[in-house]
């Protein structure tokens, strides 16, 4: 007698967010809810919400209903974008799996009904016709986060025809009433830039063909209910965890029926699956919220959840790359160390420009020894100064890339990402190094590894500054992108593993590699090369829907900005860099002392405040004036808060009218500080009356900052009636300091 496939009805919840799924019938795991926490259900609650899920018959449509799995199987009359695209010499393209097993947390699922928290549910299937496996991993995290990856594997025999995968892509079913986009645009200095639009019937699809994340990248694709804010309206997103090709879709039928989906985007012939051989795709996460505030503190404490999510304080981090760009001069960069150790910087890191031939961007890359004509005792003398005036050294690489003139180039053509004999056409005057080819892997990792042996590096600043194009293999002719991807996420492990310790930050031309498959091998991302605070302010404001602060590199600027040429009060760009993990791009040798004073002041304040920025919630003020932001950080014990008051524009009122801080305990009382760093009140500042004694206290300011006496209310009226906003001028930084009120 053949045994019955094990079915279940399967509920998880955690963090407010329940997972109702169906995996009954030996068929695939279909999602019956997805969003707000449910409660407590019985197994029939559980059978009557399937039941209540399944929609009436209507004309010219199937003659069953149609059942959406995790992974979309077109077998079942769903005629949207398949979860499984592939083929067996032309066969085998539609396959039908049926479930063998079922487990929780590695244990088998014994009953008809499952209730728990969070954990990982394992399905395994098969199609013995297809001569496929099939592994789908559905996870929900602690923080409310789903997760979901699959593995196929060939079942064939010696001998059978390759089973050629071209797409596998996962979906998360959203309900009706989601109808309004929320995505990403982008450029080079202008990442992440916020766009929406309606969802209607059809797909919506962004897809990153770049060969890391791009500056345009879906980074997290929501939709939600029309109008949703930070802090109110239900949306759902998703996130490929992947740095190479991928994509993001949205897509409604004409049924009504809609879902989010992604994964790995694969080029023709890149996973090609003999007898045995298995392909696994990228974690696919969701994130529910009410609101995008929710949304990104799942993501937030998931990553800060982490083993290896780094907890020590975050060093304030100069990088010499605006002061000084190729023109190294040891004698001037140890000036500059000692400027910013000065001033209270805890890590000094060497831009590009510091190895063989590399006197400007056209050669060198690849030639990963030490300028010998720039450098003739070595790095050693500037590393020493450094780590003597009680800094971490950091050294820029980029591991990835080759110019073709350099001495790699020469002597190894065929190491570079080519197709058909041609090299792809050149971006930044380079190309792409196959690290997918042992040989090319092998050489980057001893460079590398000698460098870091010979000198003390706790620091390296990863760059990747062109997308791949024609990225194929010499001379096979085969698409090289998945292939280069693992392997770079295989030199930074590697290189982690034979240097504990090490921090690596992951640039891409900026902030063209933000995703959480990098930085489960890197400390921090680069949000972007334009650190113009005006930009930065939007920037930030959306690449935290993905990552918390302490992940964000957020450097104050040079007065004059080397990107935009704009020019800004230090105030506005330090205030504005404060609000990760904090850093400076600037010649400190060209400061004058009332500058390097206050730059002093600033880093004292960060110092002061950053473990509060860096493990409280992000909050972000809805406000119908764009001109001013107002966001912050809020303690998880929600005693103590720091907000920022971003002025980015002038508004059409004068004054501004109230605004509001959100996020705090509504019955606790709390006492609202503004505070002042600066040694001379800030120009074109006026406060308003809850405020008294602000613009006296900036003569009191200390190397930290000090606080005027402010005002006491609850955390429900400051969240729903708040406090009348300050006259500014625009591009300026304010910042309150909210505590609790000890009990009278």
């Given at each position: 007698m053949t045994p019955l496939p094990p079915s279940a009805f399967v509920h998880l919840s955690a963090a407010g967010v329940s997972l109702l799924l169906d995996v009954t019938e030996g068929r695939l795991p279909a999602v019956i809810h997805w969003g707000a926490a449910l409660g407590a259900l019985t197994e029939r609650e559980a059978r009557a919400l399937a039941v209540a899920d399944v929609p009436p018959a209507v004309p010219n449509t199937m003659d069953e209903p149609v059942r959406l799995a995790i992974l979309p199987e077109p077998h079942t009359g769903w005629s949207g974008k398949p979860g499984l695209a592939g083929h067996r010499a032309g066969a085998d393209w539609s396959p039908k799996f049926e479930v063998v097993s079922l487990e929780f947390d590695g244990v088998p699922v014994a009953g008809p009904f499952v209730e728990t928290g969070p954990g990982v549910l394992t399905t395994r299937a098969q199609d013995p016709t297809a001569q496929l496996a099939l592994t789908l991993e559905v996870e929900l995290l602690a923080s409310g986060l789903v997760r979901t990856r699959a593995t196929v594997t060939s079942t064939a025999g010696a001998g059978a025809a390759l089973y050629d995968v071209s797409d596998l892509a996962l979906a998360l079913p959203t309900p009706g009433r989601a109808r309004e986009i929320l995505d990403f645009a982008g450029r080079w200095g202008k990442e992440r830039t916020p766009q929406r639009r309606p969802l209607g019937v059809g797909i919506h699809e962004r897809e990153g063909r770049k060969g890391r994340t791009g500056a345009d990248a879906a980074t997290v694709l929501s939709v939600g209910e029309p109008g949703f804010g930070f802090r109110r309206g239900e949306v759902w997103g998703v996130h490929v965890a992947w740095s190479g090709n991928h994509r993001h879709y949205a897509e409604r039928l004409f049924t009504g029926a809609q879902v989010l989906g992604g994964g790995e985007l694969l080029l023709p012939g890149e996973v090609r699956l003999d007898a045995g051989e298995s392909y696994t795709s990228p974690w696919l996460y969701g994130a529910y919220g009410d609101g995008l505030d929710e949304q990104a503190a799942r993501f937030h404490r998931y990553l800060r959840g982490r083993d290896r999510h780094p907890v020590r304080p975050r060093p304030v981090t100069l990088n010499v790359w605006e002061a000084v760009y190729f023109d190294h001069d040891p004698a001037r960069l140890v000036d500059l160390a000692?400027?910013?150790?000065?001033?209270?910087?805890?890590?000094?890191?060497?831009?590009?420009?510091?190895?063989?031939?590399?006197?400007?961007?056209?050669?060198?890359?690849?030639?990963?020894?030490?300028?010998?004509?720039?450098?003739?005792?070595?790095?050693g003398p500037l590393v020493d100064r450094v780590t003597d005036l009680g800094m971490e050294f950091g050294l820029w690489f980029e591991p990835e890339m080759v110019n073709e003139d350099s001495d790699l180039a020469r002597a190894h053509p065929e190491w570079i990402l080519q197709t058909g004999g041609r090299l792809p056409v050149s971006a930044r005057h380079q190309q792409v190094l196959n690290l997918g080819l042992p040989e090319a892997f092998d050489y980057?990792?001893?460079?590398?590894?000698?460098?870091?042996?010979?000198?003390?590096?706790?620091?390296?600043?990863?760059?990747?500054?062109?997308?791949?194009?024609?990225?194929?293999?010499?001379?096979?002719?085969?698409?090289?992108?998945?292939?280069q991807t693992l392997a770079a996420y295989r030199l930074m492990a590697t290189l982690k593993e034979r240097f504990p310790g090490l921090e690596i930050e992951a640039c891409a031309s900026g902030g063209a590699r933000v995703d959480l498959g990098v930085i489960e091998h890197t400390d921090r991302v680069w949000v972007s090369d334009c650190i113009d605070p005006l930009e930065r302010q939007e920037m930030v404001r959306w690449t935290t829907q993905l990552l918390p602060p302490e992940l964000l590199g957020a450097h104050i600027a040079s007065g004059v900005n080397h990107t935009t040429g704009r020019s800004h009060a230090l105030s506005f760009r330090a205030g504005t860099a404060l609000f990760?993990?904090?850093?400076?791009?600037?010649?400190?040798?060209?400061?004058?002392?009332a500058e390097l004073r206050d730059l002093a002041s600033w880093v004292a304040l960060y110092r002061s405040v950053r473990h509060l920025l860096h493990t409280g919630d992000v909050v972000r003020a809805d406000s119908v004036d764009d001109s001013l932001h107002v966001y912050g950080s809020v303690a998880q014990d929600r005693a103590d808060a720091l907000f920022f008051l971003a002025f980015t524009g002038r508004a059409e009122v004068s004054p501004r009218g109230r605004f509001t801080l959100p996020g705090l305990a509504p019955s606790a009382l709390y006492r609202v500080t503004p505070v002042v760093v600066a040694a001379e009140p800030e120009p074109g500042l006026g406060w308003p009356a809850w405020a008294a004694g602000a613009a006296g206290a900036a003569g009191a300011a200390g190397a930290a900052g000090s606080a005027a006496p402010g005002v006491v209310l609850s955390g429900r009226a400051l969240a729903e009636v708040g406090l009348q906003a300050p006259a500014s001028f625009p591009d300026r930084v304010m910042i309150l300091r909210i505590t609790v009120e000890p009990a009278a």
């Open positions: 000692e400027h910013a150790a000065a001033v209270g910087v805890e890590r000094y890191v060497l831009d590009d420009g510091w190895f063989r031939h590399r006197r400007g961007a056209r050669a060198g890359l690849g030639d990963w020894y030490v300028d010998e004509d720039v450098w003739p005792s070595g790095l980057v990792l001893e460079r590398m590894t000698a460098i870091l042996d010979e000198y003390d590096i706790a620091y390296i600043k990863w760059d990747h500054n062109r997308d791949l194009v024609d990225a194929d293999t010499w001379p096979t002719g085969a698409a090289g992108v998945h292939a990760g993990h904090l850093g400076i791009e600037w010649d400190l040798a060209g400061a004058t002392d």
